[in-house]
């Protein structure tokens, strides 16, 4: 039998730059795995009122329509339960021309809310009648829509 006497190992420079690579790719791998995981528990809810307006209703009950663009660009879908009008809660689901009543405020939010999934906008409409509280043509008013998760966002529209 004959022994092999003349031959080398790695050498120790060539086993640390192999090592680092190793170690480069595991963390690189554990990085991407944890980011998928805390992606499914960092959602949020995000909706940004794109427009607000108002128009003068004049066929009976006079009043106003403020109309509102939202837009939910968070990752988490958003639900508008309650909307205030100078801090005043609105009744929701009454917006037609058939259950307006003067002297009050409505909205078309739906009594469960309005839902918006991520990327998807809605419109809000909120009629304002001439009867209530001392508002005229040229005053601000402050529109203020709640969500489930407890946001506000704020809006200030001026009446035509």
């Known amino acids: 039998m004959r022994k092999i006497t003349n031959r080398k190992a790695v050498s120790p420079v060539i086993a640390t730059v192999i090592l680092v690579a ?12 944890m980011s998928g995981i805390s ?3 960092t959602q949020f809810e995000k909706v940004e009122i794109q427009t607000g307006y108002s128009t003068r209703v004049t066929a009976s009950p006079t009043g106003w ?4 663009e939202l837009k939910n660009s968070g990752s988490a879908t958003a639900t ?10 609105l009744d929701s689901g009454s917006y037609d021309n058939s259950s ?3 002297g009050y405020i409505t909205t078309s939010i739906p009594d469960a809310g309005l839902t918006l999934t991520s990327g998807n906008s809605s419109y ?5 009648s001439d009867n209530f509280g001392e508002l005229s043509s040229g005053t601000t008013v402050d529109i203020k829509l709640h969500s489930g998760n407890g946001n506000d966002y704020i809006k200030l ?4």
């Open 22 to 33: 190793v170690a480069i790719t595991v963390s690189v791998a554990v990085s991407y795995w």
């Open 39 to 41: 992606a499914q528990y």
């Open 65 to 68: 329509n403020a109309i509102l």
């Open 80 to 89: 508008i339960t309650t909307v205030f009008v100078n801090e005043m809660p």
């Open 100 to 102: 307006i009543v003067d």
């Open 124 to 128: 809000v409409y909120i009629y304002i």
């Open 157 to 160: 529209i001026k009446l035509v």
